[in-house]
């Protein structure tokens, strides 16, 4: 199979046919590099966004608010003039953040690069019914067999059914470069369908314990580290079942034997 740059491009931003998309991530989990990439523009893309969304929410000065209302012919060249001006400077923005960008991102701290890459394959994957994992559930020893190996490290299967959540299955994702480049995302269903995520990666460097508890939107991101993985637990449960959830999660990946 042969990906385009141009079909690359617009499956960072999302614009890609279903077909299609499912084509390109095919070919992304074959390809760690390309995948990396991928990963970078899409977080370049957030952070351009997470950048000047403060300044788009701004109220309009009031001298400008009524030097536009003079008349309407006049309100309406000022608009497209502006509106020139801005596709002036995201162009701009998109040829320049591959260079300018690079310090603003690598300022953040990695645990939360991490997380937004969770909460991205989550808010992607649960919407999904037939592709919403690559192995199934059923098959629960070949895919912990198949991401201990691509991860490098022992990973178990956590078992929920005391939570009410039965194991849909899991996918292998790129991930941070300097976290080997490689994440598995496993997927957790109740008989209400409520979906939960579990995202592991390799530890963080200095692989010091942490423990944090993420809102976004009407998703929450529990994650937690050791010396030997991270671990970002998401969904859309109350805070309390949320809560315990990642609880018997993480105490069960911490047992298990690299």
Known sequence: MTVTREQLMAYADGQLPEGERVAVETWLGANPEAAAEVAM??????????????????????????????????????????????????????????????????????????????????????????????????????????????????????????????????????????????????????????RVTIYVTAALPGGAEEYEHVEAGPAAAVYWADGRITCTVIGTLPPERMQTVARTVFAQMKGVEA
């Open 41 to 194: 523009i899409v977080r370049q893309n957030d952070a351009i966004r997470t950048l000047f969304a403060p300044a788009g929410a701004e109220p309009l000065p009031e001298a400008l608010r009524a030097a536009t209302a003079a008349t309407r012919v006049g309100r309406r060249r000022r608009q497209m003039m502006l509106r020139a001006a801005a596709a002036v400077v995201l162009v701009g923005i998109g040829l320049g953040v591959g260079w300018f960008g690079r310090p603003l991102i690598e300022r953040q701290p990695a645990y939360e690069l991490l997380v937004a890459d969770a909460l991205r394959a989550h808010s992607v994957f649960v919407a999904e019914n037939r592709h919403a994992v690559e192995v199934p559930g059923s098959e629960g020893e070949h895919l912990s067999t198949w991401l201990s190996n691509r991860l490098e490290t022992q990973l178990g299967m956590p078992d929920l059914t005391a939570e009410g959540l039965t194991l849909v299955g899991g996918r292998l994702l790129p991930g941070e470069p300097e976290l080997g480049g490689r994440a598995a995302q496993l997927m957790y269903e109740d008989a209400g369908g409520q």
